[in-house]
């Protein structure tokens, strides 16, 4: 049974992770069409200091947006806003901490951010890792599930009125989710979210990347019911060298290192298909779709299962405290 547990989801894992660079081999990256300038419009990118969430910074400032970069790591946050605001002269960034690990923390980023009275009309839940260790946070969920998803469905819900204040019909706040072709290889378990029974890094990593293209669709369908100016998609960036591999095992850390080189996105490259979601032309209006390479996929049957994303989103707003709309 212990083989099955965790065993198999490494195998599914990496199977995920082969397709994809088969994909990179034989496929250009997607290049970015033409964007419409964002002047005087606000975002917030979570875990925007390095990798393609400081590239999605980037670009977005580059547009003329104010982008406040949402992260846990001052220093590296002051750098990256200075980066930026060096390079960018029509748009601005800002560094504002929040940890994603701690539901007290969501609440304090949301709160001071609210209290400015500032308008949100893009939030892109970038932050996340990959394959660690066993470990709990302070309110005692399991790492990958928290940092990767509950943190952001909390995040989201409590800046859902200024999403929906800040869009109009003809120009909709966006949100923009960051899951993973490794979504395929998840499973839900209801009844042990927080991995409680036997633990996998491989499968802990892959439920929460199912858990937020499951959030996606759930939050879409709500949003289109109320007739609210604000959609909602999934990304997946693609195989990208960022130090999200940083905690593979060593033998596929050290294959990964020229294969990376070679056929892996740039931060740039995998940023761009969240920039995409969050800005372009084409997208406007568009919600509920699961986007890669810059394109409408097809994801996992299971993120259709609509029972399965009721069953989430409760369990969710139980965990976080929130109650239900």
């Avoid at 200091?49 to 980037?58: D, H, L, P, S, W």
């Avoid at 298909?273 to 097809?298: D, F, I, P, R």
Wanted: aromatic share 10%.
């Amino acid at each position: 049974m212990w083989l099955l547990d965790v065993f198999l989801p490494f195998v599914r894992l990496y199977l995920c992770g082969f397709k994809v660079l088969v994909y990179q081999m034989f496929n250009r990256s997607f290049t970015l069409p033409v964007l419409p300038k964002q002047c005087g419009r606000f975002a917030i990118v979570t875990g925007g200091t390095r990798g393609m969430g400081f590239e999605t910074a980037k670009h977005l400032a580059s547009l003329g947006m104010h982008v406040i970069i949402a992260g846990n790591e001052r220093e590296e946050g002051s750098a990256a806003v200075r980066r930026i605001n060096k390079e960018c002269s029509e748009g601005k960034a800002e560094f504002v901490f929040v940890d994603l690990t701690s539901l007290t923390s969501v609440r304090r980023f949301v709160q001071a951010f609210r209290d400015r009275g500032l308008p949100l009309h893009v939030l892109i839940n970038n932050a996340g890792t990959m394959l660690v260790s066993e470990r709990r946070t302070e309110d005692g969920f399991e790492l990958h599930f928290c940092l990767n998803y509950l943190g952001h469905f909390l995040l989201t819900n409590l800046l859902l009125d200024v999403l929906k204040k800040s869009g109009r019909q003809s120009c909709c706040s966006r949100i923009v989710n960051m899951s993973s072709a490794t979504h395929y290889a998840g499973e839900i378990d209801m009844e042990d979210l927080n991995r409680r029974r036997r633990y996998s890094s491989h499968a802990a990593y892959a439920q929460s990347k199912l858990a937020l293209v499951l959030f996606t669709y759930y939050l879409q369908e709500q949003l289109v019911a109320g007739g609210f100016p604000v959609t909602v998609n999934a990304v997946d960036p693609g195989m990208v060298d960022t130090a999200l591999y940083d905690n593979l095992w060593s033998l596929a850390k050290m294959l990964k290192k020229p294969v990376a080189k070679v056929f892996f996105r740039t931060p740039a490259e995998g940023a761009s298909v969240s920039v995409y979601a969050a800005v372009a032309a084409e997208m406007e209006g568009v919600g509920g779709c699961y986007l890669y390479n810059g394109e409408k996929t097809q994801s996992s049957d299971v993120s259709y299962d609509s029972q399965l994303q009721v069953k989430l989103w409760k369990k969710s707003c139980e965990l976080v405290g929130l109650q239900e709309p």
